[in-house]
């Protein structure tokens, strides 16, 4: 983890700002404004891309996705100019928690995959291009979505240590953790060989 150089009140304030940040449910926000409804009441009601998509409709499920990775990716950046290393840290592990936890959802979101994404390439570039190449490579083999983000949580922190990133490996093992924690039932379905591929309802 990055040395603390932040004062308290600086780290809960980026904190609060990650959180809020990574809560803005633009799966629902989409949803509503282009007319496909409740996503709550679609497919598995997860307000997350994988979920638009069952709408039919794939541009909607696109900027869902650019979207939830922009605003981790922006909670990271602003933390990292305006405080430092540490708040940009902490935003970003808010962040995550506030896309899975919505206040304004009860607490009921997405599973972050695309949030996950966003701040790993705002954090270290090249540490979040080798996870979307991964999301990506296992996404086109087993055309599972559940399946890729997975894996690209697992390879997240070997990238981290590989590409010499060593600061972020404890943030890192968190997010994975979380990631794996948001995609139980996934992967009790992967077992059971239920879990529905890209595209299916």
């Given at each position: 983890?990055p040395?603390?150089?932040?004062?308290?009140p600086?780290?809960v304030?980026?904190?609060?700002i990650?959180?809020?940040?990574?809560s803005?449910?633009?799966g629902m926000?989409?949803?509503?404004v282009?007319?496909?409804?409740d996503l709550?009441?679609?497919g598995?009601?997860?307000?997350?891309a994988?979920?638009?998509l069952?709408?039919?409709?794939?541009?909607?499920?696109a900027l869902?996705?650019?979207?939830d990775?922009?605003?981790?990716a922006?909670?990271?950046f602003?933390?990292?100019?305006?405080a430092g290393?540490?708040?940009?840290?902490?935003?970003a592990?808010t962040a995550?928690?506030?896309?899975?936890?919505?206040?304004w959802?009860g607490f009921?979101?997405?599973?972050g995959?695309?949030?996950f994404?966003?701040?790993?390439l705002?954090?270290?570039w090249?540490?979040?291009?080798?996870?979307?190449l991964?999301?990506l490579?296992?996404a086109?083999?087993?055309?599972?979505?559940s399946l890729?983000?997975?894996?690209?949580a697992?390879?997240?922190?070997i990238?981290?240590?590989?590409l010499?990133?060593?600061?972020?490996?404890?943030?890192?093992s968190?997010?994975t953790?979380l990631?794996?924690?948001?995609?139980?039932a996934?992967?009790k379905?992967l077992r059971?060989g239920t879990?529905?591929?890209?595209?299916?309802?």
């Amino acid at each position: 983890m990055p040395e603390i150089l932040s004062s308290i009140p600086i780290l809960v304030l980026w904190g609060a700002i990650g959180y809020l940040l990574g809560s803005i449910p633009f799966g629902m926000v989409l949803s509503r404004v282009m007319g496909l409804g409740d996503l709550r009441k679609v497919g598995s009601g997860n307000i997350g891309a994988t979920n638009v998509l069952r709408t039919g409709n794939k541009a909607a499920a696109a900027l869902t996705v650019l979207l939830d990775g922009a605003k981790g990716a922006v909670a990271v950046f602003l933390a990292r100019v305006l405080a430092g290393e540490d708040a940009a840290q902490l935003a970003a592990l808010t962040a995550f928690l506030g896309h899975c936890f919505p206040v304004w959802l009860g607490f009921r979101g997405g599973k972050g995959v695309a949030t996950f994404l966003g701040l790993m390439l705002a954090l270290a570039w090249p540490v979040g291009i080798a996870c979307c190449l991964t999301w990506l490579f296992a996404a086109v083999v087993t055309r599972i979505s559940s399946l890729a983000a997975i894996y690209a949580a697992a390879l997240s922190t070997i990238w981290i240590v590989l590409l010499g990133y060593k600061d972020m490996l404890l943030l890192g093992s968190v997010l994975t953790v979380l990631l794996f924690v948001r995609h139980w039932a996934n992967i009790k379905r992967l077992r059971q060989g239920t879990e529905p591929k890209i595209g299916q309802s």
